[in-house]
C-alpha cells in the first residue's frame, strides 16, 4: 500500500449527501473476482449517458476538466453507506482519487479506505461547502492541500483546519501498512486470550 | 456503574488495549459469500496466510447464484461464474464450512446463520456483509466488514476496532394492525435521517421489540445500517432462547446451561448509561412505504410524496428533489394508489417462513394483477422446504408469484436477472438507491404483506384496506 504523507490536489465537488457504494460502484460493474479493472466503473451510473455504455455524461463532475484530474472528492454527510464492498473503495483509489473530506461516511466504507491508502477527513458540512464553493471559482488554482502528519487541511483561503483520525488508522495510512502484520505482533495475545476463553465459553469452540 | 450489552461484549473479547480508543477484538464467527468472501479468501491464499481456525468460518453461496429453479455454477451476472467457483475452490483450499448450491442449508446468508445456529447470543460475528447487523438480534456483536477486514478477521481470529458510541432506541407501545417490524425500522430511519445512526452502536429496546418473534427481530436489526449504524443489538431473552436452542451448532446438553447461564448475564444493566436515546412510540406507526432514493424518504402508506420546499436544509431539500426527479413523482401526489410494474418479496430483510407466512395469507385466494410481475425468493433451502411443507408454494404460485431458489436475487441488480428495467418495484428489500435493482429502477420499500396487497392491486396499497378472505 502507499504511503499517505501530503497532498496538494484538484478537489471535485460531489456535495450530495448519503453517496452510497451502489453508486459509486454498482454490482453490474464488479466483474472480476479481483481488486482491480474497477476505475472505469466509478460512478458509471452517474458518469455514463446510458446502463453499461461508456459515453461520458458532459454534466457529471469527474467529466469535466481540470476535476479530470482531482485527487481529492468533497462530499456530503454519510458518503459510502450502503453496501460493504470495498470495490467502491478500490475503484475509487483506481481512478486517482486520494483523499476524501466529507461530515461523516459510512462506517465499513471509512475503515476500507484506512486499509487501503485513501484518506477520509471528516470536517463540517459548512467548511465543506465554503472549499467547494471557492473550488469553483477556479479549480485549476484553487487547490486543497493536506497533511496526514499535521492532520491538517488548508483551503485555498489559506485557512487551516484540523481533523481527528485514530492512532492505528494515521499509522496505517502513514505507514502503509499490512494490517495483519501488525497483529500479529499481538499473538501471544491472542493465544493467551483463546485458552482462557475456551474453559470460559467451551460452547464457542467448535 | 452498570454496563450496556455491547460494553459488556466488547470487554469479553477484548484481546489487547490499542490505545487511543481502539481495541484487538476476538472474533469468534467469520462468515463470508461468494461476492466478498471470494476475494478474502484468495487475498489470504495470495499472501501465502491460512486461516486461523477454520471450523469457525462459514461461507453462503448467496449474491451470485441465480434463484430461477434449475439452476446449475452458470449465472446470469456477466462474470458470476467464477465468483462461485472461486469461491469453492478458496473454502475447499482453506478448510472452511461451505453451504454450496445444491445444499438444503443454502441461503442468504444472513439467514442461514442463525438457523443454523452458527450466530448465537453473546457471540463476535464479522462478514464482509453490510446486512451483518441483521445477526445481533440474537444478541450477537455482528457487524459489516471489508474483504480486507475479512481476510485480518480469518487470519488472526481478531480485529482493530475503535469502540462506538452507545444509542438505545426504544420502541414503546404495541403495534398496529397489518403493522411490522420492517415497517418499524423504515419509520426510525424516516425521523431520524439515514446518518442518524452514524457513529453508534445501538441497542434495540422497549415493549414493542420484546412482544416481536425472533424473525421479526431480524427485520428489525437487518435495517440498522440502513440508520448508518456502526451495528445494532437486541439483549437475549426466553424468545432468543426457544429460537436458538436445538440449532445444529448451538451448545447442547451440559454445555447449552453453561451458555444460557452466561447470556442471562448480557442484557444492560438497569443504571447503564447511553450517550444517546429515542423513543418511538409505536402506536403511532401505520404500514410503511419509501418514496424516494434514501431509506430515509419514507413516510406511511395514507402519505404524500413531499415537497422540497418544506425541507428547511438545503442537503435534505436538494437530496428531496433529486428523489423525486428520478422517481418520476411530483411533491403532493398520493403514494397509495400509485401504479407499480413488478412486485418483490425475499432478501436478508424479509424472506424467513414467517414473512411467507405473512405473505401467504394476503395471496390466499387473490390473484396478482395483470401486469405486474411478482416473485418470491425464499430465504435459505430450508425457509423454502418448510414453506413447502405447509402448501405456502402453492398459494404464491395460485397467486401469480414466481416461486424461486435461495439466494438474494433482485434485492440488487448485479448485470443478469432483474424485474424489468426502470420499472416501479415494490420490494420487501432494504435498500431504494438509485440504480439498486437496475438501471433507472423505482423501488418502493415495504413490509411483505404491503408488496403482497400492492401486487394483488397492482399499485401501492394499504394492507390494512383489503377484505378479509376466509378458507
New interface residues.
Partial sequence: MDKFTTLTSIAAPL????V?T??II???E??????QGLGDGLFS?WRYTE??SRNENPDFILNRSPYRHAQILLS???FG??????HA?WALAEWGISAIIAP?????FY??CV??GILPIILP?ERIKTLAALVEEDPQQNQISIDLNKCTVIGPDKLTDTFNI???DHEMLSEGLD??A???K??D??LK??AR?RLK?????? | MGQTIIEKLWSAHSVADLGDGSQLIYIDRVLFHERTGSIALKGLEAAGRKVRNPEQVFGCMDHIVDTIPGRTDATMVPGGTAFITTTREAANAAGVNLFDLGDDRQGIVHIVSPEQGIALPGVTLVCPDSHTCTQGALGALAWGIGSTECEHAMATKTLGIKKPKLMRVRFDGNLGFGVTAKDMILHLIGQHTASGGVGYGIEFAGEAVRALSMEARFTLCNMAVEFGAWTCIIAPDQTTYDYVTGRPYAPKDHAWDQALTYWQTLPSDDDAIFDKEIVINCSAIVPQVTWGTSPQHETGIDGIVPDPADETDVNQRQSVERALEYMELKAGSRLEGLPIDSAFIGSCTNSRLSDLRDAAAVLKGRKVAANVLAICVPGSGLVKKAAEAEGLDKIFIAAGFEWREPGCSMCFYAGGDNLGLGKRTVSSTNRNFENRQGPRTKTHLASPTTVAASAIKGCLTDVRTLEPKHG
Fill in positions: 456535495l450530495r449527501i448519503n452510497d451502489d453508486a454498482p454490482s453490474r464488479m466483474k472480476l473476482v479481483s481488486k451510473s446502463p453499461g456530503g454527510a454519510n453507506c450502503g453496501s460493504s464492498r470495498e473503495v461523516s461516511y459510512g462506517a465499513i475503515s476500507n486499509r487501503n458540512d485514530t492512532q492505528s494490517a495483519i501488525v497483529t500479529m499481538y499473538d495475545e491472542i486470550f483463546q476463553d465459553r467451551p460452547w464457542i469452540y467448535l
